[in-house]
């Protein structure tokens, strides 16, 4: 059996902790929405976003007379933050034979690819959050149907992505004083969208060919459009877009919890210091290496208005 070193005696991998934190799947977009801010405790209110600097106050003060007074308060529904553990096993045979081969770092990999499976449950909280029509207001949401679908290229007038667009920002707009900075949507409307006649006519005196999604963002004025590409596997081993036929506009801020005047859509709270990984120990009824993994978080929306909702995107 390996032999136990101190550095393997820590409760907590330093090294392995810090490449898990730095470990970003592509595939996964939903800190678009829900950016991380971390938080010391499992549980709290979360940080909601009032109407006051929308507020015209009275704010002329008469010579002698007392100054009017506006009270900030940022109080919201509870959250608890959800633990994930999950362990990455790597036999001592595979160990021994990479060990022979320069540049193969087992552990690392078991580490990376034990996150990778915590993250997609991850990213299937913040996509079923950003998806459930029942989050947001009537104002802030459309279910498009028939030649109102972006997969309809024959009624141009009633499909029409753009106009879609700019109805969703101007309703943000109107909602919390600040425009959409960030657009999320399914493959399956991504497929389609990039060979909408409309989108092609608005590049065709460009030098470019086909539309990409810096263009996209170009043409709508928005700083980021992504596509969510992560699937999942049903119990009946059916793969199935986490992202569905859905668009979502958000305008999605980070600052500080002090700076708690960002009507930003939405949060991932995530206990400070995770995902962390333990030392890895071995098991001798296994003859493995155990390399656990730990994360603790939730995505909640901080402000619906500050998001808009288009289901049914695409047929």
Known sequence: MPQITPAQARVIDPILTTAAQGFKNPDFIGDNLFPAVPVDARGGKIVTFGREDFELYSTVRAPGSATKRVQFGYTGANFALEDHSLEGVVPIENSQEAAAVPGIDLGNQAVRRTQNIIALRKEKA?????????????????????????????????????????????????????????????????????????????????????????????????????????????????QTDIWGKFVVLAYTEIGSLADSGLPSYGYTYQLRGYPFVEQPYYDRNAKSWVYPVSDSLSPVIAAALGGYLISAAVA
């Open 126 to 238: 913040q996509a079923d959050l950003a998806t459930t029509a029942a989050n947001y207001a009537a104002s802030n949401k459309v279910t498009l149907a028939g030649t109102d679908q972006w997969s309809n290229y024959t009624d141009l007038v009633a499909s029409n992505p753009s106009a879609d667009i700019e109805t969703a920002k101007e309703v943000i707009r109107s909602k919390v004083g600040k425009r959409p900075n960030t657009v999320v949507m399914g493959p399956l409307v991504w497929a389609s969208l990039k060979y909408h006649p409309n989108m092609l006519d608005r590049i065709k005196y460009t030098s470019r060919d086909s539309v990409s999604l810096e263009m996209v963002a170009a043409l709508w004025d928005v700083k980021r459009v992504v596509v969510g590409d992560a699937v999942y596997m049903t119990q009946a081993g059916v």
